[in-house]
């Protein structure tokens, strides 16, 4: 396989089809329309369905009904456009259907602008829909990682059926990276639940539902919802670390902040500090594991996020006092500075 | 440094380092003459915008015309709106216009709409190629795409870059791979190739004689952590 030089919004695609994805919908908005363009170009040539609905809702509930009859499917938005799509998502939640759902997430709140954030982390770990439950979440920093974990985002999906989401920033999604493309898988996954006429003898029904009227009914599915999501938070947390059982400092920052900070780790090392670095890779379930690797007489661990502090939330939840915790951000989908970064991380050192 | 002539349009498939080379060039033709105006005519990429380095681009002198909003204002929408200063550029003679078009034949849509003036003077229009893009790997592919950005502009192409590169990753074999692809493209077209760009950080050239003349470039897009 030979390496391309490929957008993360082309990769995902690709990526998506070479996993076997049979259904594309969705809806344009930048920093993610490539991705979208890329999918009506290339998705029928595979023998796929592509079709731009006529809103993010709309989008959310073919997806439900093609992922409902046991297509692989996917569906791909940017930040306010994830807000739309709610609905949809809690209903799959309910009703048990699996899916990817990609976020190239820009500045919010509300329209914001089309420069890359990192402010839908709560919207995509905690789920914005009602209910009891959380989303399965990756965050690639790389394009080749981007193809990665869109093909493992749908084994996830069909293994606990449910939407499985891929969080990068807009940087994510535009910056271009050589990559290598799997060729397609046709995927045969058993789901004897599905709504496709094929799984249950004549006169009985395979039921598709998001409405539970007995509260003894809703509450078995809410149970059967709660070990689902027990099993994931118990084998599939996924995260890299750099340096970090030595460091003074360790910074925790996930996606294209990440790389801002690895750029930091080499800074400090050539001033002879100890800097270290966790990055979840899968932000929910969160790698709380990580930071036991963490010494005893770490200065600090500082969150690095493109937010006004939302990670930070899990980082305290992880570090539970052993270490003060503190938070760098920038927002309005301006950049990370890394020398702003270092000194901050010096100050902490310094006393300061 | 190629025919210096007073406007050089840069046009090609998108993600095969347009940018990139147009703001290098832009550089170095400022280095080399003074007067250098660069605009950015892309309407379809929101990020990697000439735009975004414009601070550096003026602190060096060189003018650079983008969006009516304004080059800073206008990083954090998705609005084309070209400015009126660009009529300027074509109508008078003050600068040496680079002309940073938007890719595929889409991009180039926005040029047709300078076309009258275009006709009536000398310019070069250069047709950036990466061979390592996965659309445009062969003669027939970049082809199509040359076509396509002709039909649309009605302007023709009158040279070819050769830019193929992997960021950060690049070696000769890239370059190599690139000049192939250009020569094979020049063969049918009859079209020469006027430069074949590399990055000068990671490539060392030797005694390889690329099509066209070398050009040297920096990374001047990408930010140095990512």
Redesign the interface.
Known sequence: MAKKLMKGNEAIAAAAISAGATHFFGYPITPQSELIEYMARELPKAGGCFLQAESEVAASYMVYGAGGAGARVITSTSSPGLALKQEGLTYMISAGIPCVVVNISRGGPGLGNILPAQSDYFMCTRGGGNGDYYHPCFAPASVQECVDLVRHAFDVADKYRMPVLVLGDGMTGQMMEPCEIPPRQEVKADKPWAADGNHVARGEHNRINAMDLQADVLEAKNEDIQRRLKEIAETEVMYETVDVEDADIVFVAYGTSSRAVKNVLSKAKAEGLKMGLIRPISLWPFPTEAFDKIKKDCKAVIAVEQSCGQMVEDVRLAVLGRWPVEFYGRSGGNPIIPDDVLKMAKDILGGK | MGRKLRLTIIVGHY?SGKTEFAVNYAMKMQDLYGDVAIADLDIV????RTREIAERLENKGIRVISSVIGNKDS????APALSPELNGLFQTEKYFGIIDVGGNPVGATALARFAHYLVEQDYNMYMVV?A???ETQSADEVIAFWEGIEDKSNLKINGIINNT???R?TALEDVRRGDRLAKAVSARTGIPVIYTSYIEEMVELGAYQTAGEPFAMELLMR????
Do not use: A, D, K
């Open positions: 993600g990429n929101p990020y990697f990083l954090s929408i998705s990466n390592n893009r996965p590169h992997m960021i990753q930010p140095e952590w990512l």
